[in-house]
């Protein structure tokens, strides 16, 4: 079983940064992808940030300049830099990792429970 606990989010004024963070636990053997996607009431969920296992990124075109994702292998642990945030990016944030178990394991998605990050004066 694999555990995924995000941790981060909050209230800050238009202008300001957060740094979510999100850490996998349990029977991994590697992580591919690792991702964070945001989700507003009525919307769907969309994809904000990827990182590969390589260290490729790509990021969603409103973000691209003021989010960061990195992650750190050996703790599992990927991370999401927000700086001049927007009231448009208020959402809940969730993160995703693509974990293989095992050596001939199939790759499976596990999500997190999801962190709410609100950007108001």
């Known amino acids: 079983q694999v555990q995924v606990v995000e941790s981060g989010g909050g209230l800050v004024q238009p202008g300001g940064s957060l740094r979510l963070s999100c850490a996998a636990s349990?029977?991994?053997?590697?992580?591919?992808?690792m991702a964070w996607y945001r989700q507003t009431p009525g919307n769907e969920r969309e994809l904000v940030a990827r990182?590969?296992?390589?260290?490729?990124?790509d990021y969603l075109d409103s973000v691209q300049g003021r989010f960061t994702i990195s992650r750190d292998d050996p703790k599992n642990t990927v991370y999401l830099q927000m700086n001049s945030l927007k009231p448009e990016d208020t959402a809940v944030y969730y993160c995703?990792?693509?974990?293989?178990?095992?050596?001939?394991?199939?790759?499976?998605?596990?999500w997190g429970q999801g962190t709410q990050v609100t950007v108001s004066s």
């Open positions: 349990g029977s991994i053997f590697s992580i591919d992808v």
């Open positions: 995703s990792v693509d974990v293989t178990v095992g050596q001939l394991s199939p790759k499976y998605r596990y």
């Open positions: 990182i590969t296992s390589t260290g490729m990124t």
